[in-house]
């Protein structure tokens, strides 16, 4: 079991909408928490408002960080260890989304994404894990998406990006396990999070039918879910109705599945 209270956790995307439910839900768990995102008065709002709502926990810093570059994550790094308090939890949990058909989107953008989505998770994960190691203590948490397991139209780069940060977890978690450290992959359905917001470009744009937003999960209870995965130290978890049943549909029947994604597309 992964302990939560007291428990020092790093969470990236903080200001974002799991990042605000994790930053509530943990400090009602008793952590003492990290917070990064993007913009400093964003964090300190954010921070403000669940202070005052939770008194339990701690908030001990909130650091701005540009995460899309190696120089970023070792910067939230160097920051982090001034604070002289061993993180105990990783929570990977910042990531951005595009749609559009892979030529039509401009590269700069879903290059950004590429660095974002997976490469800073292996990075921070590289520069937090060798202390945990050493201390024989830690956990780290990656938020991928169902989109680490099917790829709908619009999204292959979206999609690399997870099906990637999938197979670097399960990696981490098989060399990190003679040290007790654990890893853990969450794989969320589409949530009521700005990512459905999210920039679409050209054809398929175009085309995009309707909205998520009435089948959009309720991120409160997605990170409720998978906070209690994380404290039973689970490798990989499907933290709402709709991402297990489509797992399990892929894995299981892929001719229906394939049938039905082609009559009713994610897009």
Known sequence: MTELNNAVTVITGAAGGFGRELTRQLLQAGSQVILSDLSQATL???????????????????IESDLSSREGCQALCDRVKVLDTPVDI??????????GRMDEVPVDKWERLMQVNLMTPMRLSSLFMAEMIERRQGHIVNISSLAGWVAPGGMAHYCSSKFGLRGFSEGLFNELKPYNVKVTA?????????ILQSESFGTLAEMRKGSLEDIATDPAKVMETTIKAIEKNKLHVFPDRMANSIYLLKQYLPKLYDLMSDRFPLN
């Open 44 to 62: 300190d709002d954010c921070a403000a408002a669940i202070s005052s709502e939770i008194t339990t926990g701690k908030i001990i810093a909130c």
């Open 90 to 99: 990783l929570i990977n949990n910042a990531g951005i989304g595009l749609f």
């Open 186 to 194: 969450v794989y969320p359905f589409f949530s009521k999070t700005p």
